[in-house]
């Protein structure tokens, strides 16, 4: 190959930029073109190119969001978008494409590629780090580090007042950001859409004798836990709990923004590296990841298709240190 491309989609997460640095500097190391595609799968049908040198990526790896952009696109969806979008890569003369971003994004190259032969390796990019085939996703590290020290803050507040505030993370499928923001924030509490009957389980725990008495207390809910929303949860918590003086804080997209730790720095370069070396070796259709802290290659399909679960040795702590 002479000439890739490389792209953002679906939610942004912080170290995308990282990841984008490292797909040019290692193409550039071995000489070949990189082209960007602004706002993704859109970008692609839109026109929307542009040819990017190592002095291009300079002085972005500590900046949070995508200078690509990104965005969700409802026309690549249609065989008639992924047309247009199969010519445009065609008059770039791009050879192969490195697509950073999740689920969406593996779904739509493994498509492009059945439909049109256009090689893809996924970078995963998502701070939910639901991706199976890694341990760890970019932008899942500082979303975890972004929401713990606004639970810091949040516990001031809660120790001077005696209040119990639930604290909504995101999460809309997973639990990973509240488990890890949970324990590592001290939460007598944390809710998961994995967990059956977790609220029933903290409902007990609040009320039963041996729970060591506190004056404030911190619950962590993820967006997607399935027994209610926040707010209804909190609700229902103050009929049962009447005496306590209850708040509720959702953080939403403040977990996406933000410069990116260096974990998530060193993971998204060592990631965009492995994706240009592994197209540039001929494999498609693959996404890069870390496992037990080596290079994993997994198939698009078992990515998107196969459920990652969180690890019930934290949850069985987070229980522990709860008491």
Not at 113 to 140: K, R, V
Not at 275 to 298: R, Y
Request: net charge negative.
């Amino acid at each position: 190959m002479k000439k890739i491309g490389v792209f953002t989609s679906g939610g942004d997460a912080p170290g995308m930029n990282a990841c984008i640095r490292a797909v040019v500097r290692s193409a550039a190391y071995r000489q070949v073109e990189v082209v960007g595609i602004k706002r993704g799968y859109q970008g692609m049908i839109d026109n929307e190119f542009v040819e990017l040198q190592k002095s291009d990526v300079a002085n972005i790896i500590q900046n949070g969001g995508t200078i690509l952009k990104t965005a969700r696109s409802k026309d690549f969806m249609t065989a008639e978008g992924r047309k247009i979008a199969f010519e445009n890569i065609l008059k770039q003369g791009i050879e192969g494409l490195v697509c950073i971003g999740g689920n969406g994004t593996y779904t739509g190259a493994g498509i492009f590629f059945e439909e049109y032969g256009i090689p893809s390796i996924g970078a995963p990019g998502t701070i939910d780090n639901d991706l199976y085939g890694t341990d760890y996703t970019i932008g899942f590290d500082t979303a975890v580090n972004t929401a713990l020290d606004a639970i810091d803050k949040i516990r001031d507040t809660a120790d001077a007042h005696n209040r119990v505030f639930f604290i909504e993370v995101m999460g809309r499928d997973s639990g990973f950001i509240a488990l890890n923001a949970g324990i590592a924030g001290g939460a007598e509490g944390i809710l998961l859409p994995e967990v059956m009957n977790d609220y029933e389980a903290l409902k007990d725990h609040f009320a039963s004798n041996n729970r060591r008495n506190k004056e404030f207390s911190i619950v962590i809910v993820a967006e997607g836990e399935t027994e209610g929303n926040t707010f209804q949860l909190a609700d229902k918590f103050r009929a049962e709990f009447p005496e306590c003086d209850l708040r509720v804080t959702v953080l939403g997209h403040i977990q996406r923004g933000g410069r990116p730790t260096a974990n998530d720095r060193i993971l998204a370069s060592f990631l965009g590296n492995a994706a240009v070396e592994s197209l540039l070796a001929g494999k498609t259709n693959l996404c890069v990841g870390v496992i037990n802290h080596e290079l994993a290659l997994v198939s698009f399909k078992d990515a998107i298709n196969n459920k990652k679960t969180i690890d019930h040795s934290l949850w069985h702590l987070s229980k522990i240190l709860s008491c």
